[in-house]
């Protein structure tokens, strides 16, 4: 079975930076797009970035352009995400996903396309 772990999480002030990480494992895992979403109380997941099973494309959210950076380490079975410049507004639980499907930009960007989801760690960024 998949497992994935978000890790990295924690209480900042604006303009601070965060890297969180995501531990994943699986038979197949390597052939897998990851992508990061995050929740806040009462809201769907939104989405942040995605990144192609080799690591060769991304896909961010509109909200987080220019100031997050999603990269897999050099085994691949791990990602990060990269916060820079954080605001309150990003303040939710982030999750870490693993979709099995082909790399498809567009796909990247719906929580439906994800088959295997971590258990979320918090990021609270003060005013």
């Known amino acids: 079975q998949v497992q994935v772990t978000e890790s990295g999480g924690g209480l900042v002030q604006h303009g601070d930076s965060l890297k969180l990480s995501c531990a994943a494992s699986g038979r197949s895992i390597l052939s897998y797009d990851m992508g990061w979403f995050r929740q806040t109380p009462g809201k769907e997941h939104e989405f942040v970035a995605s990144?192609?099973?080799?690591?060769?494309?991304?896909v961010y959210g509109d909200s987080v352009k220019g100031r997050f950076i999603i990269s897999r380490g050099a085994t691949r079975n791990t990602v990060y995400l990269q916060m820079y410049r954080l605001k309150p507004e990003d303040t939710a639980t982030y999750y870490c996903?693993?979709?099995?499907?082909?790399?498809?930009?567009?796909?990247?960007?719906?929580?439906?396309?994800?088959?295997?989801w971590g258990q979320g760690t918090q990021v609270t960024v003060s005013a």
């Open positions: 990144i192609s099973y080799n690591g060769a494309f991304t």
């Open positions: 996903a693993a979709k099995t499907t082909a790399w498809v930009p567009e796909q990247s960007t719906r929580q439906s396309m994800y088959d295997y």
